[in-house]
């Protein structure tokens, strides 16, 4: 397995808890994993609690939401006593969250060029020339041919994978050591998707940025990430390195795996998961 | 044979003079009874515009239209219409939130004057495998996969010849997605129907069809079949595009 490098996030049984009219709900029921300059996926179907994972490390959640952990430690900041002012020089400036669809995650009526030099003068503290020639260098950074002309343009102005750019300079504009992307190519079309993730990829290997990438795509986080959590239910059932998900040995990974239709290995029928009260259980 | 879909030279556009935009540039095809046909594209590449004409939705095309050798164009018979039924992508949004399940599959049957209702409801719950309970509940009670099945339900009751699939499976989980998927060619052997699917999803669409064609900008760039796709044989340089994908 690949070894992380000294983890910039150390998480240990991590819970999150909703308060509701008919008892507490666990979305997530302790989680520990660590992250180093790595890019870690973090794979589960819907309601496994894996974006809330990603929230609650940013402490992202509704007040009805309630983060209990042994341990969340990222860099030098506990985050689960952090203040709320502490957390805002966290959030944005050193961890960044890129979300799954530009066209609701940009303000629409404000210029992106506008959006993203906002981010530099709030988190850096810079004048509006500086901000602006600093969006700009960002903009060609993450290949966007025309700096000038787009920085003037609006949200809507601008496709799906261009959007999906734009966050990712906002983002990086803070230079963060941490990015948290969650479904970060889910709104986009296949070819578009590969420009996008490539693009993550020089940002994050030549920078040592450690990303949280979390996806229901198997089949995109076996190329692109690292090291592979598996969540079901509020846990992690299995971690394993990307390149040996193939060898994987939890039932519902396997099951996963099985249920994917794949082009090289065609069947009659798909595999059906058949889910085991048993995975609910803590592991060991 | 009689083809049981046959689409030539079909086009579409949206707008007028100046703003005028093809969406479905001179396309043709045929679907023989019993098999599956892929329209696969990226967004925008007018697959759904294709689909939309075959079902009805849109009447303002050029070409010709035949089901089961039967032209079609402008408005369309009772008969014509419950030949091609339609499975949407999201089934949170293809039902009716205030309506039970048993209302949802009452509502084809009343418009298309069909009898012995009742039983006839009973059956085709149990061909998409819903339990009979399921006929009192409403769709905010059911997860995405049973929806799914109530929305294949109200497709199927009226024993159409054709489904026109829109990206069935695309708002699933994988592993709901495998017992949709399942259920799909279960019920295409038993009742030799014939798939027009839709998907961006090449690896789905290599599953389920038997013709695939792959749409770019209103045009097919490429027409092949499952074995071809399957052992990487496309000629087209966008097909193996989204045949690799990533």
Redesign the interface.
């Known amino acids: 397995m690949a070894k992380p490098t000294q983890p910039m996030l150390d998480v240990e049984n991590l819970k999150v808890r909703f308060r509701t009219l008919a008892g507490p709900i666990e979305a997530v029921r302790g989680v520990s994993f660590t992250l180093g300059k790595e890019k870690l996926g973090i794979i589960g179907?819907?309601g496994s609690g894996k974006t809330m994972t990603g929230r609650a490390v940013m402490r992202l959640l509704p007040k009805s939401a309630e983060i209990i952990a042994d341990k969340l430690q990222f860099e030098d900041v506990d985050l689960s006593t952090a203040t709320e002012r502490q957390m805002q020089s966290v959030r944005g400036r050193r961890i960044g969250m890129i979300l799954q669809d530009p066209k609701y995650s940009l303000n629409p009526v404000m210029s992106v060029g506008q959006q993203i030099s906002e981010m530099a003068r709030f988190h850096l503290r810079v004048g509006k020339r500086e901000a602006e020639e600093r969006t700009l260098a960002m903009l060609e950074q993450v290949h966007i041919r025309d700096p000038h002309r787009v920085y003037r343009l609006y949200p809507h102005e601008v496709s799906g994978g261009m959007g999906q750019r734009i966050m990712i300079a906002m983002m990086l504009v803070a230079s963060p050591s941490l990015i948290i992307a969650d479904e970060p190519t889910s709104a986009l079309?296949?070819?578009v998707?590969?420009q996008i993730?490539e693009l993550l990829d020089e940002i994050v290997v030549s920078r040592g940025i450690g990303l949280m990438f979390i996806s229901?795509d198997?089949?995109?986080v076996r190329?692109?990430c690292d090291r592979v959590l598996i969540m079901y239910a509020g846990r992690i059932v299995e971690t394993i390195a990307a390149s040996e998900l193939e060898n994987a040995r939890h039932p519902y990974t396997i099951?996963?795996l099985e249920?994917?239709?794949?082009?090289?290995a065609?069947?009659?029928?798909?595999?059906?998961?058949q889910r085991d009260p048993s995975w609910l259980e803590p592991t060991r | 044979m009689t083809p049981a879909i046959c689409v030539e030279h079909l086009t579409v556009t949206f707008g007028e003079g100046m703003l005028a935009f093809r969406a479905v540039d001179d396309v043709s095809f045929s679907v023989m009874p019993g098999t599956a046909f892929g329209l696969v594209g990226e967004s925008g590449c007018g697959k759904s515009t294709v689909m939309g004409a075959i079902a009805g939705r849109l009447t303002d095309w050029q070409g010709k239209i035949a089901i089961d050798g039967e032209p079609i164009s402008g408005r369309r018979t009772l008969p014509q219409r419950a030949r091609v039924q339609m499975v949407f992508q999201d089934p949170y949004g293809s039902l009716h939130p205030r309506h039970t399940i048993e209302r949802t599959l009452l509502e084809p049957l009343e418009i298309h004057g069909l009898d012995d209702r009742d039983r006839r409801i009973g059956k085709v719950l149990e061909q998409v495998g819903l339990p009979q309970r399921f006929r009192y509940r409403f769709p905010h009670q059911l997860s995405g996969g049973q929806r799914q099945r109530v929305a294949i339900a109200r497709a199927l009751i009226l024993s159409p010849k054709v489904m026109l699939l829109d990206e069935p499976t695309s708002a699933l989980d994988v592993s709901v997605q495998a017992e949709v998927l399942n259920l799909l060619k279960t019920l295409q052997e038993d009742q030799g129907l014939t798939y027009l699917l839709v998907s961006h999803d090449m690896a789905v669409i290599a599953h389920v069809c038997d013709q695939i064609a792959v749409m770019r900008e209103g045009r097919f760039v490429e027409l092949t079949d499952k074995q071809r796709l399957i052992a990487g044989a496309v000629e087209n340089d966008y097909t193996r595009l989204l045949r690799e994908g990533v």
């Open positions: 179907e819907s079309d296949v070819s998707r590969g993730l229901h198997l089949n995109m190329s692109f099951g996963l249920a994917l239709p794949r082009i090289d065609p069947r009659d029928r798909l595999a059906v998961l």
